[in-house]
């Protein structure tokens, strides 16, 4: 079985500060893991995936993360935040060997001050 | 960049009205899903459709679902006698091969029951 936590469901930042948003996950096989951002009224648009490479994943738009194996985590990061940032972020794992369908985290927004 | 469609963008209707919901996947996709998210919820798994069958659903979709694929663009969802409880945005995904790689997204419809 597999899960998914977003230990945050909202993040406050100022621009130009970093962001962290935090995801922790379970998994009985190997997990393929995923970050999806969502703007108002828009669809999920994936900033980027881990599947068994480099455990320090880029992605679009400057964010990026690190799948930490021994701490079930995959935290969203980021340097700077800029305004066009503010979104809600969802954590998604997928299973290699078990079921496939996805299983969302219950998601984080992100809110950035000026 | 290739794009999944959805219309409409938003659908209202009358409850115990049937409602369809249509989508155009990435072309040379072969694996297509829906999602449901209803408002302030986390985004839920409903059916994954492969080689014209379902391949996977979740317990959400039941008999007042359905699936098709009337022909080699259109991938429709159907809800029989719609509740108010359906009300939610509704994401179409699709991905090229294997149910591993990560899904290009819609930009969802959004279902309003009256």
């Known amino acids: 079985a597999q899960s998914v936590t977003q230990l945050d469901s909202h993040v406050s930042v100022s621009e130009g500060t970093p962001v962290l948003l935090r995801c922790n996950y379970s998994s009985s096989y190997s997990p393929s893991l995923f970050w999806y951002v969502q703007h108002p009224n828009k669809g999920l648009q994936l900033l980027l995936k881990?599947?068994?490479?480099?455990?320090l994943v880029k992605g679009i738009n400057g964010f990026e993360a690190e799948f930490k194996k021994s701490e079930t985590s995959f935290h969203l990061t980021k340097p700077s935040a800029h305004m066009s940032d503010a979104a809600e972020y969802f954590c998604v794992v997928s299973e290699t060997g078990g079921s496939y369908i996805p299983t969302f985290g219950r998601g984080t927004s992100l809110i950035v001050h000026p | 960049e290739p794009e999944v469609t959805q219309t409409p963008s938003h659908q209202v209707t009358q409850m115990g009205q049937e409602v369809i919901l249509r989508c155009v996947p990435i072309s040379n996709h072969l694996y297509f899903y829906w999602y449901r998210q209803i408002l302030g919820q986390k985004v839920e798994f409903l059916v994954s459709?492969?080689?014209?069958?379902?391949?996977?659903k979740s317990e959400i979709f039941d008999d007042q679902f359905s699936v098709e694929r009337p022909d080699g663009s259109n991938f429709t969802l159907k809800i029989r006698s719609t509740k108010l409880e359906d009300s939610a945005m509704y994401f179409c995904?699709?991905?090229?091969?294997?149910?591993?790689?990560?899904?290009?997204f819609g930009d969802g419809t959004r279902l309003s029951i009256l």
């Open positions: 995904a699709s991905t090229p091969l294997d149910t591993y790689q990560p899904q290009h």
């Open positions: 459709f492969y080689n014209n069958e379902i391949s996977e």
């Open positions: 881990y599947t068994s490479a480099a455990t």
